[in-house]
């Protein structure tokens, strides 16, 4: 059984920054990709960004480029959100998950296993 825990969120000013983590216990996480979404309240879960197994590939949503850093070690089973910069409408619970290998890498239905969330709330 895969289990992800996501941690770090919180409340932060606009413009300021935060360090998600999601840490991942059972044995399959190193040789799987690993996707960040974050939903708000009344809106679709919407995909935030994805890193390869090995960290060499990640993808962005538009919103994220140049802000966000998304990164993972693989001896602690963790994998990380850096938020900078952020805005008020980024405020959401924050989620990790594991990425199924197949189908689009934007898709949230594409993943596997979903941690519970962490709230980010970013005040004006």
């Known amino acids: 059984q895969v289990q992800l825990v996501e941690s770090g969120g919180g409340l932060v000013q606009a413009g300021g920054s935060l360090r998600l983590s999601c840490a991942a216990s059972?044995?399959?996480?190193?040789?799987?990709?690993m996707g960040w979404f974050r939903q708000a309240p009344g809106k679709e879960r919407a995909f935030v960004a994805w890193?390869?197994?090995?960290?060499?590939?990640?993808l962005y949503a538009d919103s994220a480029k140049g802000r966000f850093t998304i990164s993972r070690d693989n001896g602690k089973n963790t994998v990380y959100l850096q938020m900078n910069s952020l805005k008020p409408e980024e405020t959401a619970g924050y989620y990790c998950?594991?990425?199924?290998?197949?189908?689009?890498?934007?898709?949230?239905?594409?993943?596997?296993?979903w941690g519970q969330g962490t709230q980010v709330t970013v005040s004006s």
């Open positions: 890193i390869m197994w090995s960290g060499t590939n990640t």
């Open positions: 059972g044995r399959i996480f190193s040789g799987y990709a």
């Open positions: 998950a594991r990425w199924s290998g197949t189908g689009s890498e934007y898709d949230p239905s594409t993943y596997e296993y």
